[in-house]
């Protein structure tokens, strides 16, 4: 080996080591990381697709073309696409196919059952497409403009994106990517004909009056006791206005929801629509299946063609306080709900000067979600998906209802007791549901509180919406000791923790 080699060799070796002293090798490891998870990328899109794929089972779909252009396998099964990052659990989990390096795979825009269906349509007008990780992080987004029959958006070799006018399902972007949209595609022998777009008809208007989203006695009636929220509608017309196919929703986006039945409001009438999952047998009422947040947001009320006709944002309220409407249009806090009948104007007020009502302990914690393990010096129980021994919390529905966990806390200060939010998920009777007491502050995925807890303590579940918590105090353990309570409320100790399970017999000794 010449000398001028050597020389070579021995700058590369001291440059690397240069390079791992600075950035750390922590760091090379996430570059290194970051690029195979990049990897994934979304290579082609059909959005009005009708000569470029046809599939035997499932006709002519719109699809999305993906490639791996890693020089490894990527398990699918570990992302999730979506077309609406606001709305997480409606993001498509990928199929569980291991995708070679070089390799492509189909997603068809269908509702029809099929591993590669997303469950969603892609919008002919334009939209974006989101890759998200296991842990609904976004990767990457393609932003996906108005398309013609036909016409794909594909991925050019230097990244850039284009118009191709022959898609290539399945296969290389080997037609010619252009800058402009083209008038037709190569596929269509006659251009398609300029498209009429006529003005849907406008629904008279209806307006969001009042709202109640902490509901314990504002509307209790026999046939709707499960009511937790509800909105009221009125119509200011002098003709009754049919709501069939109306949509009142949370989601802008979801102008086609239709999530009204058949009926009609007759004129200067109101209506109570109960929000939620539980049943309403009262026929004067309407039930629609959407939840509205205890600490407040926005709602927009569309007719059955997506018409805009009403909208309000509402901020945080106490129980049985609603937000409703003045005659002059401007909105306020009322202490004495009217629903159905309209709130008058000399009941709302600007601001609340009444005393807030103030969190109770639950009367029977063991009938409803509480506390049911701790583990705060875990030693050989379970791993997080870190590969930490996180100290966990466990929770347990001991009712016989499925309880919605919007609006519910995890706090290890009994005077701040809104410290950490749950997920709006569903824990349903005799459901287990584990939370890492680790400070890591995830709420996606696997979940870990915002702190962590020390003996001495008091943990705390705090459900905001009927002002009710479950506390615990966490007394001294050994190492790898839990603690949980019998039914009279009494400490017992674990000596083989069970996260996710029934609790074994505990400890005789006490800890």
């Known amino acids: 080996m010449s000398l001028g080699t050597k020389n070579r060799i021995l700058c590369l070796v001291l440059t690397l080591s240069l390079l791992l002293t600075l950035i750390g090798c922590g760091r090379v490891d996430q570059l290194l990381s970051s690029t195979h998870k990049d990897a994934l990328i979304i290579n082609e899109v059909v959005t009005s697709n009708q000569l470029s794929l046809q599939d035997k089972v499932y006709g002519s779909p719109d699809w999305i073309e993906l490639y791996n252009g890693s020089d490894q396998s990527i398990s699918l099964n570990s992302y999730y696409i979506t077309d609406n990052v606001e709305a997480p659990q409606k993001a498509f989990r990928l199929p569980k196919v291991d995708l070679a390096p070089g390799a492509f795979y189909l997603l068809f825009a269908s509702k029809k059952g099929g591993p590669n269906n997303l469950g969603f349509s892609l919008k002919k007008g334009g939209e974006t497409l989101t890759l998200l990780d296991a842990h609904m992080e976004e990767i990457s987004s393609l932003i996906v403009p108005a398309l013609i029959r036909d016409v794909s958006y594909a991925r050019r070799p230097d990244g850039s994106y284009g118009y191709c006018d022959l898609p290539t399902p399945g296969a290389i972007?080997?037609?010619?990517?252009?800058?402009?949209?083209?008038?037709?595609?190569?596929?269509?022998?006659?251009?398609?004909?300029?498209?009429?777009?006529?003005?849907?008809?406008?629904?008279?208007?209806?307006?969001?009056?009042?709202?109640?989203?902490?509901?314990?006695?504002?509307?209790?009636?026999?046939?709707?006791?499960?009511?937790?929220?509800?909105?009221?509608?009125?119509?200011?017309?002098?003709?009754?206005?049919?709501?069939?196919?109306?949509?009142?929703?949370?989601?802008?986006?979801?102008?086609?929801?239709?999530?009204?039945?058949?009926?009609?409001?007759?004129?200067?009438?109101?209506?109570?629509?109960?929000?939620?999952?539980?049943?309403?047998?009262?026929?004067?009422?309407?039930?629609?299946?959407?939840?509205?947040?205890?600490?407040?947001?926005?709602?927009?009320?569309?007719?059955?063609?997506?018409?805009?006709?009403?909208?309000?944002?509402?901020?945080?309220?106490?129980?049985?306080?609603?937000?409703?409407?003045?005659?002059?249009?401007?909105?306020?806090?009322?202490?004495?709900?009217?629903?159905?009948?309209?709130?008058?104007?000399?009941?709302?007020?600007?601001?609340?000067?009444?005393?807030?009502?103030?969190?109770?302990?639950?009367e029977d914690p063991f009938h409803t979600v509480y506390i049911h393990e701790v583990l705060y010096r875990n030693e050989r129980s379970v791993l997080d998906e870190d590969g930490d021994r996180s100290d966990f919390v466990e929770l347990f529905n001991g009712g016989a209802e499925t309880v919605d966990l919007g609006g519910w806390y995890l706090s290890d200060n009994p005077e701040k007791l809104t410290k950490w939010a749950l997920p709006n998920i569903q824990l349903a009777p005799g459901e287990y549901l584990l939370i890492f007491l680790s400070g890591k502050d995830r709420s996606r995925g696997e979940l870990h509180a915002s702190f962590s807890v020390h003996a001495g303590e008091t943990l705390v579940l705090y459900n905001s919406i009927n002002l009710r918590y479950d506390a615990l105090v966490i007394p001294e353990t050994e190492k790898n000791v839990s603690i949980g309570r019998d039914m009279a409320g009494t400490i017992v100790f674990h000596s083989h923790p069970t996260p996710g399970e029934e609790n074994g017999n505990p400890l005789s000794t006490g800890k």
């Open 173 to 362: 972007n080997s037609g010619t990517i252009l800058d402009a949209l083209p008038l037709t595609s190569q596929l269509v022998k006659e251009p398609e004909p300029e498209e009429v777009v006529e003005e849907p008809a406008r629904s008279p208007d209806i307006l969001i009056t009042e709202v109640v989203s902490k509901n314990k006695a504002s509307l209790s009636v026999d046939g709707c006791d499960g009511c937790t929220e509800w909105v009221e509608l009125f119509n200011p017309n002098d003709m009754p206005v049919a709501l069939t196919g109306f949509t009142l929703t949370d989601d802008m986006a979801e102008v086609d929801k239709h999530n009204f039945p058949e009926m009609e409001l007759g004129p200067g009438q109101y209506l109570t629509v109960c929000c939620g999952r539980k049943a309403c047998t009262v026929a004067a009422h309407v039930r629609i299946d959407i939840g509205l947040s205890a600490q407040g947001e926005e709602l927009f009320l569309f007719d059955s063609n997506g018409n805009a006709l009403d909208r309000v944002a509402f901020p945080a309220l106490d129980t049985d306080v609603s937000w409703a409407k003045r005659s002059d249009g401007t909105w306020g806090y009322c202490t004495v709900p009217t629903p159905g009948f309209g709130a008058r104007d000399q009941d709302i007020l600007a601001t609340l000067t009444n005393e807030a009502p103030q969190p109770m302990p639950m």
